[in-house]
């Protein structure tokens, strides 16, 4: 049993020790859960180097990846002044950092006195390891001389081990993401290829509708879901007869039933994949008309139409007029911009239409 004032300075201590791990778990926790939770790896990093910077501290925490020759800064939190004069690329050769990833253990030093231009007199930089190889860096700087103990290089390394998982679970889900995608676009010209004759039908409509979202300035994501939208608009035509597609003359009312379920058998595909929800509202409602009418029936109208559905329907229709059709011949440019312009406020939003009509005529 520990007595007087000296017992009691002991137990603070402990107290404070037990304190300072019951954080350090806390925020283990907080990242792990986040891991399991969220496929975000820029919010992923970004929770990282917050946690680490209070758990370890660090005026700066910072994680690089490795990329060819160099790391590069992936994300940074804390002091400005230091992450300004370190941000960018690091060659693999002549710094901390690159020891750290060639030996796959990590480094600290301390410069016991204050040297002038340097920002930071201590550092410690862990590697992240994943699967035996480095993929990068995990680093802390702090102002104070001899901030960085065994124990922090412990610390580090946990959350570097987290960070790691983190990149390794993104890295998997990009892959499975993109198999996929690769899959649907084969599926898509397939489609193409029955339909209209021509392969490329749907790589032409995503080329278009891009051009339209570039004249648009619509913002980076929009962009992307309009990019893969167009690919797979017409992905419901799966289930639809090939000589209902390619029939040389005009359809009964029950093929025309069954080509209309398209955008909704589509949307069926898509919701099937789990993280394609963004694409529905563009494929279910590229043959909604700006004014009402069109398939499948909606109470939606007019600019309540989202606008990756109001510029798919122009490029679709723009890019179908100028193909060969089994009961047509292509139209020329001239007569497809007079039947765009026919039907903009009716079938087509005006706005997309008259942007559109200056990009194709400049
Ligand atoms: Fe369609």
């Known amino acids: 049993m520990l007595k007087g004032k000296r017992g009691l300075q002991k137990l603070k201590l402990v107290e404070k020790r037990l304190k300072s791990h019951a954080d350090e778990l806390t925020a283990l926790y907080e990242v792990s859960r986040s891991i399991t939770s969220s496929i975000n790896l820029d919010k992923m990093l970004e929770l990282i180097v917050k946690k680490v910077a209070t758990i370890v501290n660090a005026d700066v925490c910072m994680i690089h990846l490795l990329n060819k020759n160099d790391l590069v800064l992936k994300t940074s939190y804390g002091s400005k002044r230091i992450t300004c004069r370190l941000k960018g690329k690091l060659p693999l050769k002549g710094n901390v950092m690159a020891r ?37 860096t995990l680093t802390c700087c702090c102002k104070k001389a001899c901030a960085y103990t065994k124990a922090s290089e412990a610390e580090l ?28 676009k084969l599926l898509a010209s397939v489609i193409d290829a029955k339909d209209t004759h021509t392969e490329d039908h749907s790589e032409r409509v995503m080329r278009t509708a891009l051009d339209i979202a570039n004249i648009l300035r619509l913002p980076d994501k929009q962009k992307s879901v309009l990019r893969y939208a167009s690919m797979l608009h017409d992905i419901g035509k799966i289930g639809i007869d090939i000589s209902i597609l390619s029939k040389p003359a005009p359809l009964t009312r029950e093929e025309w039933a069954q080509m209309k379920r398209h955008p909704k058998v589509g949307v069926d595909i898509i919701k099937r994949a789990g993280f394609l929800d963004d694409l529905i509202p563009a494929i279910l409602y590229h043959h909604v008309k700006y004014s009402g009418g069109g398939y499948p029936a909606t109470k939606k109208i007019k600019s309540k139409i989202p606008i990756e559905a109001r510029i798919l329907a122009i490029a679709d229709a723009y890019e179908a007029m100028r193909s060969d059709r089994p009961y047509r011949k292509r139209m020329s440019r001239d007569e497809a911009i007079s039947e765009l312009k026919r039907c903009s406020g009716t079938q087509f939003d005006p706005r997309i239409v008259n942007a559109f009509l200056k990009y194709l005529n400049r």
Do not use: C, D, H, W
Not at 109 to 115: A, C, D, I, K
């Open 157 to 184: 390394s946990l959350f570097a081990s987290q960070a790691a998982v983190a990149i390794e679970n993104t890295r998997l889900f990009e892959e499975t993401k993109l198999n996929y995608l690769n899959t649907m």
């Open 100 to 136: 750290a990833v060639k030996t796959k253990m990590a480094i600290r030093f301390s410069e016991p006195r204050p040297v002038k231009k340097e920002l930071f007199r201590s550092l410690l930089t862990v590697p992240l390891i994943e699967k035996e190889n480095v993929i990068g």
